[in-house]
């Protein structure tokens, strides 16, 4: 497989910041300690290089790392009930999102997916567009008013993603309580990787880590925050048609009782957490991408003239922006924003020939899948023509999957396809965004995938 390493600094740009992998897979203490400073450190070489790899960093603690499509085919798609989602997500991510669609299993899962999934049909999703790029013109305004400036690309990527979930998922808008919401969803998901140390150890929940009081903190306000915006609308008194209104009005098919309170703010919490950090961070990829490859960013700027000259981004317009679509998706294949799935094997079953023990961990490292040097060519350059159609076409769906696979597949897949498209062309359009030639941010991550120190950039309004 070829394999490149440019010198000159415009070939050099091409190659942004990876993951530093070690030879091998690491032991028990030294596996914790990289751990802690960025999960996907533990992914070795081997990972990125072999089907699949199955370690064991003590005794009894199985890890099985899979990235050859059919084998991560079989675990995602294959047998729903073989393989399901881990007590390990839940203990992560229940404190706030409780047991909500995202973090749920078996019957309870299945009604509230179903509850939610007319939000996200395309129709739904097209009328939506108008909000979407509301929310992107407002931050133009913003960053028009301030001139040229260097800007915490993250934090803007964050306050308009949150923007569109608002507006699009709550029919009252942007509620008082949004700016609490960031800050707390922020914080309890930067002080996760102590947790998921805590549940991959199999240490008791009750043995508090250093990170256990700020993730019950920001819980709790989460949670308080969103069961305020629940009960203005049951004081209300009318359901509507946004998702709150549809949670409300659900029914249990099994017994025909209404959604509980708290499952309703863990549905509300789900979708407004789940959807918009995830966009945020694929957006301040793609833009960070952008300030590396100026030519990309020039024929990025000059497809969204000629599609929608300086009107408002609109439905129309999406399916026609195809190199801007390009561009994100090279950009989620070397930045997934939710870099790891993690599943567990319920019974004893083989995965190549391989023989799995039940409660087994089995890790999807999507990232690692996505720059795998047997998959890719030159896994590592950014290169959107990967995406051209006829190369697309050729791809198996599990090898490139930002949103995951099978029936746990993102519920905001869609939602989230047309966001990116709409924000990214509006932005790209609307400035320019330049590199210092020096910030190279590892990527971290805290659920999500981050940037290492923020992802300062500078932002020229184009006027
Ligand atoms: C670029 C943006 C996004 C990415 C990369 C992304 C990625 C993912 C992935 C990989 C999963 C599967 C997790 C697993 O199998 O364990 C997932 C699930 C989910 N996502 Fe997204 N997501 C994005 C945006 C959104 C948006 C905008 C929403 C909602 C508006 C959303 C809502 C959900 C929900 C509810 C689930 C759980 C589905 C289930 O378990 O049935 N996501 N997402």
Request: contains cysteine; positive net charge; charged residues 25%.
């Given at each position: 497989m070829l394999e490149t390493?440019?010198?000159?600094?415009?070939?050099?740009?091409l190659y942004p910041?990876t993951v530093?992998s070690?030879?091998?897979?690491?032991?028990?203490?030294?596996?914790?300690?990289?751990?802690?400073?960025?999960?996907l450190?533990?992914l070795s070489r081997p990972v990125y290089e072999e089907p699949m790899v199955v370690?064991?960093?003590?005794?009894?603690?199985?890890?099985v790392w899979v990235t050859r499509p059919d084998l991560v085919e079989q675990v995602l798609v294959g047998g729903p009930?073989?393989f399901?989602?881990?007590?390990?997500?839940?203990?992560?991510?229940?404190?706030?999102?409780?047991?909500?669609?995202?973090?749920?299993?078996?019957?309870?899962?299945?009604?509230?997916?179903?509850?939610?999934?007319?939000?996200?049909?395309?129709?739904?999703?097209?009328?939506?567009?108008?909000?979407?790029?509301?929310?992107?013109?407002?931050?133009?305004?913003?960053?028009?008013?301030?001139?040229?400036?260097?800007?915490?690309?993250?934090?803007?990527?964050?306050?308009?993603?949150?923007?569109?979930?608002?507006?699009?998922?709550?029919?009252?808008?942007?509620?008082?309580?949004?700016?609490?919401?960031?800050?707390?969803?922020?914080?309890?998901?930067?002080?996760?990787?102590?947790?998921?140390?805590?549940?991959?150890?199999?240490?008791?929940?009750?043995?508090?880590?250093?990170?256990?009081?700020?993730?019950?903190?920001?819980?709790?306000?989460?949670?308080?925050?969103?069961?305020?915006?629940?009960?203005?609308?049951?004081?209300?008194?009318?359901?509507?048609?946004?998702?709150?209104?549809?949670?409300?009005?659900?029914?249990?098919?099994?017994?025909?009782?209404?959604?509980?309170?708290?499952?309703?703010?863990?549905?509300?919490?789900?979708?407004?957490?789940?959807?918009?950090?995830t966009?945020?961070r694929a957006?301040?990829w793609a833009?960070?991408l952008?300030?590396?490859?100026?030519?990309?960013?020039?024929?990025?700027?000059?497809?969204?003239?000629?599609?929608?000259?300086?009107?408002?981004?609109?439905?129309?317009?999406?399916?026609?922006?195809a190199?801007?679509d390009r561009v994100m998706k090279e950009a989620m294949r070397l930045y997934p924003p939710a870099p790891v799935i993690v599943r567990?094997?319920?019974?004893?079953?083989?995965i190549g020939d391989a023989?799995?023990?039940?409660?087994?961990?089995i890790v999807i490292p999507i990232y690692a899948i996505h720059r795998h040097r047997k998959l890719w060519e030159d896994p590592d350059r950014f290169d959107p023509d990967r995406f051209l159609p006829e190369r697309e076409k050729a791809l198996p769906r599990t090898q490139y999957m930002p949103f995951g696979a099978g029936p746990r597949i993102c519920?905001?897949m869609s939602?989230a396809q047309?966001?990116a498209?709409?924000?990214?062309?509006?932005?790209?359009?609307?400035?320019?965004?330049?590199?210092?030639?020096?910030?190279?941010?590892?990527p971290?991550s805290?659920?999500?995938l981050?940037?290492?120190?923020?992802?300062?950039?500078?932002?020229?309004?184009?006027?």
């Open positions: 390493c440019a010198a000159d600094p415009v070939s050099r740009a910041p530093p070690p030879e091998r897979p690491l032991m028990l203490r030294r596996a914790l300690f990289e751990y802690l400073r960025n999960p450190r533990v370690f064991e960093p003590a005794k009894g603690r199985l890890v009930d073989t399901q989602k881990t007590e390990v997500e839940r203990r992560v991510l229940g404190g706030s999102l409780g047991d909500g669609v995202l973090t749920s299993v078996g019957p309870h899962w299945r009604w509230q997916r179903r509850t939610m999934a007319p939000l996200f049909r395309h129709q739904e999703i097209l009328a939506y567009v108008p909000e979407m790029s509301i929310a992107a013109d407002g931050l133009v305004s913003e960053w028009r008013r301030g001139g040229a400036a260097v800007r915490a690309v993250d934090a803007d990527m964050i306050d308009v993603t949150f923007d569109v979930i608002a507006r699009t998922m709550l029919a009252g808008g942007v509620p008082a309580e949004a700016e609490l919401i960031k800050r707390e969803g922020t914080i309890f998901l930067a002080n996760s990787s102590w947790e998921l140390a805590w549940a991959l150890m199999k240490f008791p929940m009750w043995l508090p880590h250093p990170a256990t009081f700020a993730r019950k903190r920001a819980a709790r306000r989460l949670r308080g925050a969103v069961g305020n915006i629940v009960a203005r609308r049951r004081a209300e008194g009318e359901s509507g048609n946004d998702l709150l209104g549809r949670l409300l009005a659900s029914r249990n098919p099994e017994n025909g009782a209404p959604m509980g309170d708290e499952d309703v703010i863990s549905n509300v919490l789900t979708l407004l957490e789940a959807g918009h950090e966009t945020a957006l301040t833009l960070y952008m300030a590396r490859a100026p030519d990309w960013q020039e024929q990025v700027r000059a497809e969204v003239l000629s599609v929608a000259g300086n009107g408002r981004i609109e439905a129309a317009h999406v399916p026609r922006l190199l801007t567990m094997a319920t019974t004893e079953m083989k023989t799995i023990r039940p409660h087994t961990q519920l905001g939602f047309v966001e498209v709409v924000l990214f062309a509006t932005f790209v359009r609307a400035a320019r965004f330049d590199w210092d030639g020096h910030h190279e941010p590892e971290v805290r659920v999500t981050r940037p290492k120190g923020g992802m300062p950039l500078r932002v020229e309004p184009i006027s």
